[in-house]
């Protein structure tokens, strides 16, 4: 390519840049047409694909004026990151609250976001559960059974994936049940990561590399992702439930500042309080996700696997009937649970570079 063939291409890159910013910009200001963008982590691309449509309709029979919806997906702490570091969003929608706090710290979200809406912001949850090949051929049942020799792990990085997060901590719980010392559960995740064939950045990626790249024995996944492989490839791979899991509480909330600077506050809030509507719930139920709505929950698990989902205790927290699921609170909450095993030198430094 010549000198001028580059000056000309770089000055119709410019062009077109400038254009696609002036037509994002504008479209807040005109009075018929809103938009936002929401940010979200690497599992919920089919879910707010799907979301988004009804809500725009929702939207513009509420509002009269017709809103359209982008969505950005990638590893949940990779996107928080970037969203503090000037990434658009009007509202995030990530894996846990501790990747929405980091957005918070950066002065974006005003404090209180948990409470800002129902059930800790967190309209629909799931759990970490394994994947494996159809006829399950080494023979995985439990945690302990990802640190055997000859397995190939597959799991996301925690540096990146807020799923990836929720697996650490669900595979450190097992452990600890299991009566092992701190340091004990500290060589066992060790060797669980020892194990590990690819640490992609988010559970999506990961999800690549075990079903359509054949890597590694098991996935180590969402239960919504698990489902979702179980729909496209009937008969490939099985769903294996742990004896213990943890309950993974997605958290949602408007970018104030960014809102505002784009008009697009009381839309924003909108999108999420409709997240909680029993039309979204529906929406959440068929994309595997556990709906915040008892009776639409109860409704889907009458229907689905009875083996990975059974029943919602007095508490309204999900349950299996054979797997005892914890919480981040016993981990002391995410700024705490953070500190502990996801910082800089923290234990999963520690275990995964040894």
């Known amino acids: 390519m010549t000198k001028r063939q580059v000056t000309l291409l770089l000055a119709l890159t410019a062009v077109l840049g400038s254009l696609t910013f002036t037509g994002c910009a504008s479209r807040n200001n005109d009075d018929s047409e809103l938009e936002i963008v929401n940010v979200s982590y690497d599992p919920t691309r089919e879910l707010y694909q799907a979301y988004n449509r009804i809500f725009e309709a929702h939207y513009e029979t509420l509002t009269g004026k017709k809103i359209h919806v982008t969505q950005s997906h990638g590893g949940s702490g990779k ?198 509507s029993d039309q979204a719930q529906e929406v959440e139920a068929e994309n595997f996700y556990r709906p915040s709505s008892k009776e639409i929950y109860e409704r889907y698990v009458s229907d689905s696997n009875d083996s990975v989902v059974n029943k919602i205790p007095e508490d309204g927290k999900w349950i299996n009937d054979n797997v005892t699921l914890t919480n981040i609170d016993h981990f002391g909450g995410w700024k705490k649970a953070r500190a502990v095993h996801f910082a800089d030198g923290a234990y999963f430094d520690q275990i995964y570079e040894k």
């Open 79 to 276: 996107q928080a990151l970037e969203v503090a570091n000037g990434l658009r969003a009007d509202v995030v929608t990530l894996a846990l609250e501790g990747d929405v706090q980091v957005v918070a710290d950066a002065g974006l979200i005003e404090p209180g976001f948990v409470s800002k809406f129902p059930l800790d912001s967190s309209p629909y949850t799931s759990t970490i559960v394994f994947l494996v090949r159809a006829g399950n051929p080494k023979q995985i049942k439990d945690w302990n059974d990802l640190i055997k020799g000859g397995v190939g792990v597959i799991t996301p990085n925690p540096k990146t994936s807020g799923g990836a997060m929720w697996n650490y901590l669900a595979a450190w719980y097992y452990f600890e049940q299991q009566g092992q010392t701190e340091k004990d559960i500290v060589e066992s995740i060790r060797a669980l990561y020892k194990n590990v064939v690819v640490l992609d950045s988010g559970a999506r990626g990961a999800t690549t590399s075990f079903v359509e790249n054949g890597q590694g024995d098991v996935l180590v996944a969402w239960e919504n992702e698990a489902f979702l492989a179980l729909r496209e490839y009937p008969g490939k791979y099985e769903i294996v439930v742990p004896s213990v899991s943890i309950l993974c509480q997605p958290t949602v909330a408007v970018v104030d500042e960014v809102a505002k600077k784009h008009g697009a506050a009381e839309a924003a809030s909108e999108y999420l309080s409709f997240l909680y």
